[in-house]
C-alpha cells in the first residue's frame, strides 16, 4: 500500500508516496488526474457553460483513480522499478489507502493544483537521464485536427473564454520535452471529439501549457510514449457508476 507523504509547493497537494531515490539511480514518478466534477457542465450546480456540447459530471473517472494507483504501484514494485513518487488528483469523495491503512483523499482537479503537480514529477525528473515521468489523466476532452485539451474542474466556467480552465495537451508535451527524464508515458482516457462550437475557437484558444516549452529541447531524444483512450474524432466510452472502459483495459495488462 501506498504512505501518505507531506510536501510544501505553496499550495495543499495529495501525494501519496514519495521516496529518496539514491541520486543516479533512475526512478519512476506518477502523476494520476481523475475528473469528476464540472460545476459548470450539465449537472452541475454553477452556471451551465452554454457551449458544453452535451458534456456533464462524470462517475466513472474518479471510481477509476483507487485502483489505477494501486495496479501501477504493484506492477512498478514487481518490475523492481525505484517507485520515487506517485501524485493523485481526483474530484469527489473517492479516498486512498495508504501504508498505515488509512484512507486518506485527494485534492480537487483545479488548474492550479494541476499546474503544481505537473511540476513535481518534472522536479523529481530531472535527477537523471534514465527516469520515468507517467501522466495518467481521465475525464473530459476535446480536439480538433492536432488541437487536442483537457478538461479540469472549472471547465466552462467563463463564457466568453471557453478553455481558459483546459489544458493544451500539444504544448504540455512539449513542454515535458525540456525535462532531463527522457522516458515519458502518456495516458489520456478522454474523448478526442469537438462539439461543433469548438472547432473554431480551438484555433484561437489553445488552453494552458502547464510547462512551457523550449524550442526543439531534447527534440528526438526524449522518448514520449502515448496511449489513447479514442482515435481522432472519436468518443472515449464512459459507464456510469463504473470504472471507465480504459482503466479497466489498463489494468488488465497489468495484472
Not at 504493484?74 to 473517492?94: N, P
Not at 515535458?176 to 527524464?181: D, E, G, P, S, Y
Not at 510514449?225 to 482515435?231: K, Q, S
Not at 482503466?247 to 488488465?252: E, N, Q, S, V
Amino acid at each position: 500500500m501506498l504512505r501518505l507523504a507531506t510536501h510544501t509547493w505553496g499550495l495543499s497537494m495529495t501525494l501519496l508516496l514519495d521516496r529518496t531515490v539514491p541520486a543516479g539511480i533512475p526512478s519512476v514518478h506518477v502523476l494520476i488526474v481523475a475528473v469528476g466534477k464540472h460545476q459548470n457542465l450539465i449537472g452541475g450546480t454553477g452556471t451551465l457553460f452554454l457551449k458544453q456540447g452535451r458534456m456533464g459530471e462524470l462517475t466513472s473517472p474518479p471510481n477509476s483513480a483507487p485502483l489505477l494507483v494501486d495496479s501501477l504501484c504493484k506492477e512498478l514494485i514487481a518490475s523492481d522499478a525505484q517507485l520515487g513518487s506517485i501524485d493523485v488528483l481526483c474530484s469527489g469523495d473517492q479516498q486512498f489507502l495508504n501504508d498505515d491503512r488509512e484512507l486518506v483523499s485527494a485534492d480537487p482537479v483545479t488548474l492550479e493544483n494541476l499546474r503544481r503537480s505537473a511540476e513535481r514529477p518534472y522536479d523529481f525528473g530531472k535527477h537523471t537521464p534514465d527516469d520515468t515521468l507517467v501522466f495518467c489523466f481521465s475525464g473530459h476532452g476535446v480536439s480538433s485536427g492536432d488541437d487536442y485539451l483537457l478538461s479540469t474542474e472549472g471547465f466552462g466556467a467563463h463564457q466568453l473564454d471557453s478553455f481558459s480552465d483546459a489544458v493544451d495537451v500539444g504544448a504540455f508535451i512539449d513542454g515535458m520535452r525540456t525535462c532531463r527524464a527522457l522516458n515519458q508515458r502518456f495516458l489520456f482516457d478522454a474523448c478526442r471529439t469537438a462539439p461543433v462550437d469548438y472547432l473554431l475557437e480551438l484555433r484561437a484558444f489553445r488552453g494552458v501549457p502547464l510547462i512551457s516549452g523550449a524550442q526543439h529541447a531534447n527534440l528526438g531524444v526524449t522518448r514520449q510514449v502515448f496511449l489513447w483512450a479514442g482515435g481522432p474524432g472519436l468518443p472515449a466510452h464512459r459507464r456510469i457508476g463504473a470504472t471507465t472502459s480504459f482503466a479497466d483495459a489498463l489494468i488488465a495488462t497489468l495484472m
